[in-house]
């Protein structure tokens, strides 16, 4: 891999960091809850919406186009997720996709049938299995360690057991860049031949997924998460999907993908999420030669320029996470020498991503992101939707966590800028 990561490119690429707040540049650190837009995707949507925008399988050219944009939108995802094509499903987002998925489940769960969720997950991979409790369905939590916010991998292979049908973890925290052991729990989740569900939407901007790999049944990401547009996908094992039956009108083709994916798709958002990956695996081009690092091919029908592309991506996304992670210690290691500063994550030397979160004694987390963003740097504060954690770390009632998520396009200055920042406030006090 080239050892330089070339920040200067990338950072040309997103229209959206030219923007200042009170004369300082904008610094957008809010990842986790969605990344900016390179340029490329946005030319990708409004081209299609202007040169082509028809609905499908019609007789005239554009109708065509749209059925090979749709088809080459299924190719691009399976390439970032290492699957076939006809296991991509695309939808409104991932909590729609997992609501969906849950009930169709369900359809052939009967009351007393377990399903093993995490504390640690957010809400979209909790609530979908909940759910299911009124129809009978017995839901247990594996639980989190507040002390190391990582999950109690033997109490969840304790809660596992021969009535156990579907085991959903969450790939990465995005409240505190935690990275799960997810080949662990497939594993164990298979000894009992339970369905596994992976919720990959905080992990797609940080690593490479390999859904052949982790071995998993279901995966779903968002695509706005990943440069993209505001699209969920699904991916589903073939022979998952052919066994299961979806929630389909009569009007829904019977075959794979199309049985799960409900009503008209969001066409210029599919156009977008072509972009969006070729955005990855242009990064890979830059970053590891021609060839990129070696990596497994999507294989089956995809050929072999899909399979270079696979390789891009994975080099891609490993040079940003490259760039991103020396950053993110920098971050954790300047916020922790501040007094009054506790930051929260896994152990140092534990598999994380770059989102770093934190609290400032005697401050809400609205407060100190308030005055962060009236400075032009944009954190989330909060519980961002992961409710069961932020609650075992004692913080619901006070206004959560401050949440700073680096993506590829930051840069060590905007690190240093949130750290002196952060420093200030605390002085005001302490
Ligand atoms: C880890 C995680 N899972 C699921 C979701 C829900 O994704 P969507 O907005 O696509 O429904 C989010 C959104 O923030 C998330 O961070």
Same mark, same amino acid.
């Given at each position: ?9 990338? /950072?040309?690429?997103f229209?959206?960091?030219?923007? &200042?707040?009170? =004369? ?28 082509t ?22 190719a691009a ?17 991932m909590?729609t ?7 169709? !489940? ?12 995490t ?11 909940l @759910?299911?409790?009124?129809? %009978?369905?017995?839901v ?30 969450g ?5 505190? +860049? ?14 009992v031949?339970?369905l ?7 992990w ?20 706005y998460?990943v440069?993209?547009? @505001?699209?969920?996908?699904?991916? +589903?094992? /073939? ?29 210029e =958002? ?15 081009r830059r970053?590891?030669?021609a060839? =990129?690092?070696?990596?497994r ?5 995809? %050929? /072999? ?28 290691? =300047?916020?922790s020498?501040i ?10 030397g534990?598999p *994380?991503t770059?989102t770093?979160?934190?609290?400032l004694?005697?401050? &809400?987390?609205?407060?100190?992101a /308030?005055?962060l963003g009236? *400075?032009?740097?944009f954190?989330w ?17 006070r %206004?959560?966590?401050v949440?700073?998520?680096?993506a590829?396009?930051n ?5 240093e ?5 952060v420093?200030? !406030?605390?002085k005001? !006090?302490?």
């Amino acid at each position: 891999m080239a050892d330089r990561f070339d920040l200067v490119y990338v /950072r040309k690429q997103f229209p959206a960091l030219r923007r &200042t707040v009170s =004369g300082r540049p904008a610094a957008y650190l809010d990842s986790p809850g969605g990344t900016q837009t390179p340029q490329c995707v946005l030319d990708a949507i409004t081209r299609y919406l202007v040169d082509t925008n028809a609905n499908v399988h019609g007789q005239f050219v554009t109708s065509e186009e749209s059925d090979r944009l749709l088809d080459q939108a299924h190719a691009a995802v399976a390439d970032l997720l290492g699957c076939s094509a006809p296991e991509v499903a695309f939808g409104a987002n991932m909590t729609t996709l997992t609501l969906l998925l849950a009930q169709t !489940i369900m359809r052939d769960l009967r009351p007393g049938d377990e399903i093993v969720i995490t504390e640690l997950d957010h809400e979209a991979n909790r609530g979908p299995w909940l @759910h299911l409790a009124e129809r %009978g369905v017995v839901v247990r939590e594996a639980p989190v360690d507040p002390a190391t916010c990582t999950l109690d991998y033997d109490a969840l292979e304790a809660l596992i057991g021969e009535r156990t049908k579907v085991v959903a973890v969450g790939y990465a925290s995005n409240a505190v +860049g935690t990275v799960n052991d997810v080949a662990r729990v497939v594993r164990a989740a298979k000894q009992v031949d339970a369905l596994t569900v992976v919720d990959a939407v905080h992990w797609a901007l940080h690593g490479p997924i390999d859904v052949r790999a982790l071995d998993c049944d279901f995966l779903l990401c968002s695509m706005y998460k990943v440069f993209g547009p @505001h699209v969920g996908v699904m991916y +589903g094992r /073939r022979r998952v999907l052919e066994r299961l039956r979806p929630l389909k009108l009569v009007t829904q083709e019977d075959e794979l993908p199309f049985r799960f994916e409900t009503g008209t798709l969001n066409h210029e =958002g599919m156009a977008g999420t072509i972009a969006a990956i070729e955005f990855i695996a242009d990064l890979g081009r830059r970053h590891g030669g021609a060839e =990129g690092e070696a990596g497994r091919g999507a294989g089956g029908e995809a %050929g /072999r320029a899909t399979d270079a592309r696979r390789r891009h991506i994975v080099t891609g996304m490993r040079a940003a996470d490259a760039h991103e992670q020396p950053l993110a210690a920098r971050l954790i290691e =300047g916020l922790s020498e501040i007094r009054g500063v506790t930051v929260y994550g896994p152990p140092a030397g534990s598999p *994380r991503t770059s989102t770093v979160s934190f609290t400032l004694d005697r401050f &809400t987390a609205p407060e100190v992101a /308030r005055t962060l963003g009236e *400075r032009g740097l944009f954190v989330w504060d909060g519980h961002f939707f992961a409710l069961r954690l932020v609650d075992k770390l004692g913080l619901l009632e006070r %206004g959560g966590l401050v949440r700073v998520g680096l993506a590829p396009y930051n840069s060590a200055e905007e690190v240093e800028r949130v750290i002196a920042a952060v420093g200030e !406030i605390a002085k005001a !006090i302490h």
